[in-house]
């Protein structure tokens, strides 16, 4: 995929190109949801996190850039089994890189991998996701993501509760595909 930005034409490799185009489709457009503590996003790129890009004019392109500098190439997920990279890049976006890593590590463990749950994609983890069973793998990233997000619904958490609650079934449908 090519994708022109203010500098130049980037290049973009094919495995992050598949991902990025699940996670926009995950993502949609632009949203300034009152119980979304991110504030105003598009894309899945917040106001809070980027607090000096335009998130309403922002391009698809400028998304990319975005992505692949700060998420896919900072965080090494091409580093990982094709279908567990683009699902932890996937879910990294969601509930950030450390929480997502742990979904990983707990279902490589499910896997029969003794890994350490320590949120970071070491040696130890990128290993242990080469050697598993990709299909097993998935399946059980999949069952870790909606069990976090099950927990992350049902904590008592003031006001954010009801929030966390309304957005459970697209989180569900997020862990799941």
């Known amino acids: 995929m090519t994708i022109a930005n203010s500098d130049s034409s ?26 979304d503590p991110g504030g105003a996003t598009r894309f899945g790129i917040s106001q809070r996190q980027y607090p000096d890009v ?50 990983l590590q707990r279902a490589l463990r499910a896997c ?9 994609i070491g040696t130890a983890t990128r290993a242990a996701a080469a050697a598993a069973n990709q299909v097993a793998l998935l399946a059980a990233l999949r069952a870790e993501a909606a069990g976090y997000y099950r927990t992350l619904a049902a904590l008592e958490r003031g006001a954010r509760a009801d929030g966390d609650r309304e957005f459970l079934a697209g989180w569900l449908n997020r862990a799941y595909e």
């Open 10 to 35: 980037q290049q973009y490799p094919p495995a992050f190109t598949r991902a990025l185009e699940q996670l926009l489709r995950d993502e949609g457009g632009f949203v300034r949801n009152p119980e």
């Open 54 to 103: 335009d998130i309403e004019h922002l391009t698809r392109a400028q998304a990319a850039v975005i992505y692949y500098r700060d998420w896919w190439q900072r965080y090494r997920y091409s580093d990982l089994p094709g279908v567990a990279g683009a699902k932890l890049f996937n879910l990294a976006v969601n509930i950030g890189p450390e929480h997502a890593t742990r979904c």
């Open 112 to 120: 029969g991998s003794p890994v350490t749950e320590d949120g970071e």
